[in-house]
């Protein structure tokens, strides 16, 4: 299994700002995810972070809105950009350690005031 | 494209009771089914995973069954307690990271 921790767990945001999520995992791993969880709705993938290599980004997200970094196997981070009420919502950082099981974080929910 | 259906979408019970919660897909191409468990405001905790090749996996009270040719899956909790009031979601895998879908889920209300 994996542990893994996310900051902040919450946070209220002003509209126009940005936030930066961290997730650690407690062993090294190929790929992290990042999801978005609306209220009232499923998770949907935002990107693929891989080490060493630029985040792979579903349809309907783009780097200059969700920019991640992913220094080492066992790091990264999300960032939102330029919040509006609409970004309200639980960021969720997953791994899959062995291609089989995902594993999440406890979340980060986030609200845009 | 897979879809995924949960229902019944809410769910309140008296403490004690057996209850089913179901999980369709419209794809049966898959690579396993992960139900979790998801309290209000937090991130998601797995339950159990069931194999494409399996039909069902056990873990203390909960059950989860598949019929990978019917699309379907249920979660089946035995003499259930407050303590399982949350939200469940099941996750279908057809193949990879990318092709992970999951429902909306099934609020789950146990009263004591």
């Known amino acids: 299994s994996a542990v893994i921790s996310q900051k902040p767990s919450r946070d209220i945001c002003q509209r126009g700002t940005s936030l930066t999520i961290q997730c650690q995992v407690d062993?090294?791993?190929?790929?992290m995810f990042w999801y978005r969880q609306q209220p009232g709705q499923s998770l949907t993938l935002i990107a693929t972070a891989n080490q060493g290599s630029e985040a792979t980004y579903e349809s309907g997200f783009v780097i200059d809105k969700f920019p991640i970094s992913r220094p080492n196997l066992t790091f990264s981070t999300l960032t939102v950009s330029n919040m509006s009420p609409e970004d309200s919502s639980i960021y969720l950082c997953?791994?899959?350690?062995?291609?089989?099981?995902?594993?999440f974080g406890e979340g980060s929910w986030l609200t845009v005031v | 494209k897979q879809e995924v259906t949960q229902i019944p979408a809410a769910l309140s019970v008296p403490e004690g009771e057996n209850l089913v919660l179901n999980c369709s897909f419209t794809d049966s191409a898959i690579y396993n089914l992960q139900w979790f468990r998801q309290d209000p405001g937090k991130g998601l905790t797995s339950l159990l995973l069931i194999q494409s090749s399996q039909r069902e996996q056990t873990s203390g009270r909960l059950n989860a069954s598949l019929d990978k040719s019917s699309g379907r899956s249920t979660l089946y909790i035995a003499a259930s307690q407050p303590g399982d009031s949350a939200t469940y979601l099941c996750a279908v895998n057809s193949g990879g990271y990318q092709k992970v879908t999951f429902g909306i889920g099934t609020k789950l209300q146990v009263i004591p």
């Open positions: 997953s791994v899959d350690l062995d291609g089989n099981t995902i594993y």
């Open positions: 062993s090294q791993v190929t790929m």
